[in-house]
């Protein structure tokens, strides 16, 4: 107990050094919003109702051209959770603590271990890694089964009626959770009541306490709040409905079924609910309830950051604190004739990132620079003035945030079927079987027109940066 006790206190001891020499060292606030495509008016989405993002925008760097680096949750978050790509499959984070068990030096430190090793208290509220919670088992409660081992001081999930992490992830109104077989459970709901009738409500609530008690402690935090709205089943209370109602939605772009090769897929998340027999790829009014539902959702998703940005203002610390909002990949609201994510098309990969930090210079200017989130780490630790790793894979986007003019770099992407790689102009698609698609995004035609068979030079540099850039993978 003796030498338990000793080493508690050396660490304490490092750590109080490590602030005291840097006593005005920003801390990190970072939101992650699950499925949250860059439908947001400060993204150029007019119909939609997101002041309070709108007005984070507006004082730091909205990256316009982000792409995540895997069409789904897990390996999505696993990319920006250790700034190295990683397995293609929701269990990428499991399968990289397996490894960590098994052989510890040949797994880097993920990003909050290694903001935890250099002095911050580390905290995550609600589904900041695949799993609401960062826990693995038969309800995602087990705390022997972590996602992400040694990352955090603190990792919580409040679950209220729905009673495990489990139920809460697909959670609808008063604790009622998707039934594991079969069953009927709605695609999307409205019910009245206050905020903490779904799940977020009290991941809200937990991430406001948590920020209080950190602003006023001694350390630096980096405290990450991930909301799950707009994942499916959309459930959002019926106020945030009813910000839509006459609000004209335009047109769904693309919205044919694509011919050819393409990772298009049947919508098999979304149809798996219950759509009263109806199928918004032929029925044009279910699919404007549809999509009137997701946009409610990410309303919800919305104040709760407006919450959490008035009371880190109210302690104080959004004098020194950064702040990233960074959604964990797109969703397709009908383009390319898909319902959901989990293909390599733009409106699956694109999402929103927003960057406000001390010093930002010409704030509110967005950028169009393509990025991606492999970039998040490195720009944290410039940011924060903490060493960057030399295992870090992504780019700074520091000189963007000092000029917003400042230039991008080509963004990678991949899952099971196929590796992708978007430039500033095109975006290449590569099979495991070797088809390929090229698409050219100075056409109208976009994503829709595969120009592969007429540029094999270009195709031939494409592919081979993109292999570069998997190199590591």
């Known amino acids: 107990m003796k030498t338990i006790t000793s080493l508690v206190v050396l660490g304490l001891m490092v750590a109080g050094a490590a602030h005291a020499d840097r006593p005005d060292q920003p801390n990190v606030l970072l939101l992650c919003i699950d499925d949250l495509r860059p439908e947001l008016n400060c993204f150029g989405a007019t119909h939609i109702h997101s002041p309070n993002i709108d007005r984070l925008a507006a004082q730091g760097r909205a990256f316009q051209r982000h792409y995540v680096n895997a069409p789904s949750c897990g390996p999505s978050r696993c990319t920006m959770l250790t700034g190295r790509t990683g397995a293609p499959g929701n269990e990428a984070l499991f399968l990289r603590a397996k490894q960590l068990a098994g052989n510890p030096d040949s797994v880097p430190p993920s990003m909050p271990e290694w903001f935890r090793t250099h002095g911050f208290t580390t905290v995550s509220v609600g589904k900041v890694s695949h799993n609401p919670g960062g826990r693995g088992g038969p309800n995602w409660d087990n705390d022997a089964i972590l996602e992400v081992p040694n990352a955090w001081d603190r990792h919580l999930m409040p679950v209220g009626e729905w009673e495990t992490p489990l139920g809460a992830m697909h959670g609808l109104a008063h604790g009622k959770t998707r039934p594991r077989k079969g069953g009927s459970y709605d695609v999307f709901e409205s019910a009245v009541g206050p905020d903490t009738i779904y799940p977020d409500g009290l991941i809200a609530e937990e991430g406001l306490r948590q920020l209080e008690e950190l602003a006023a402690g001694d350390k630096p935090f980096f405290l990450a709040i991930g909301l799950i709205k707009p994942h499916l089943p959309f459930g959002a209370p019926k106020k945030y409905l009813d910000l839509y109602d006459g609000i004209e939605f335009p047109p769904i772009p693309f ?72 959604g964990d990949h797109g969703w397709q609201l009908g383009e390319h004739g898909i319902w959901g994510k989990h293909s390599l098309f733009e409106e699956a990969l694109r999402s929103p990132l927003i960057v406000v930090a001390p010093g930002v210079e010409t704030a509110g200017q967005q950028s169009d620079a393509v990025v991606e989130s492999l970039d998040i780490f490195p720009t944290l630790c410039d940011l924060a003035g903490v060493a960057t790793p030399d295992f870090a894979q992504g780019v700074s986007l520091l000189p963007i945030l000092k000029n917003p003019d400042a230039p991008g770099h080509p963004a990678i992407a991949y899952q099971s079927r196929a590796n992708t790689i978007r430039t500033d102009r095109y975006r290449l698609i590569v099979h495991q079987r070797g088809e390929v698609e090229l698409y050219d995004h100075a056409t109208p035609e976009k994503e829709t027109v595969n120009i592969a068979s007429d540029h094999p030079d270009l195709v031939a540099l494409l592919k081979k940066q993109l292999a570069e850039k998997l190199e590591n993978k």
């Open 255 to 326: 919205a044919a079924k694509p011919t050819g090769k393409t990772t298009w897929h049947a919508s098999a998340e979304f149809m798996k609910y219950n759509r009263w027999g109806k199928d918004p790829r032929n029925d044009p009014a279910f699919a404007l309830e549809v999509r009137r539902h997701y946009a409610a959702c990410v309303s919800y998703a919305d104040k709760h950051v407006g919450d959490i940005l008035a009371k880190l203002k109210a302690t104080g610390a959004d004098r020194n604190t950064i702040i990233v909002l960074w």
